[in-house]
């Protein structure tokens, strides 16, 4: 069974920048689909990014498009995400998915594999 396990979350400035992690073990997830979902309270689980097998393809949400960069190390099995500029409204947990396709799906139901969840809090 695969795990996946984010990290770098926090709490950030309004402005700031992080850059979160996704170490994925138990399996390979070289040929997943990986993908950044995030969750706010009282809200739907919401898309952020997602990135293909080699990592030459990826997919955007409009409210992070120009400042998220999603990459993937196939190597250390490991997926990030880079948010520079944030926002409070990027206040939310975020969520790092597999999912055992080569289809850049942008709906969570499609993901087969989630981690815990890191929270990020962007203070104004």
Do not use: H
Not at 62 to 79: C, L, M, Y
């Amino acid at each position: 069974q695969g795990q996946l396990v984010e990290s770098g979350g926090g709490l950030v400035q309004a402005g700031g920048s992080l850059r979160l992690s996704c170490a994925a073990s138990g399996r390979t997830f070289r040929r997943y689909v990986m993908g950044w979902f995030r969750q706010a309270p009282g809200k739907e689980r919401e898309f952020v990014a997602t990135i293909g097998w080699s990592g030459g393809d990826t997919r955007y949400a409009d409210s992070v498009k120009g400042r998220g960069t999603i990459s993937r190390d196939n190597v250390k099995n490991t997926v990030y995400l880079q948010m520079n500029s944030l926002k409070p409204e990027d206040t939310a947990v975020y969520y790092c998915a597999a999912a055992d396709t080569n289809v850049l799906f942008t709906t969570p139901q499609e993901y087969n594999y989630w981690g815990q969840g890191t929270q990020v809090t962007v203070s104004s």
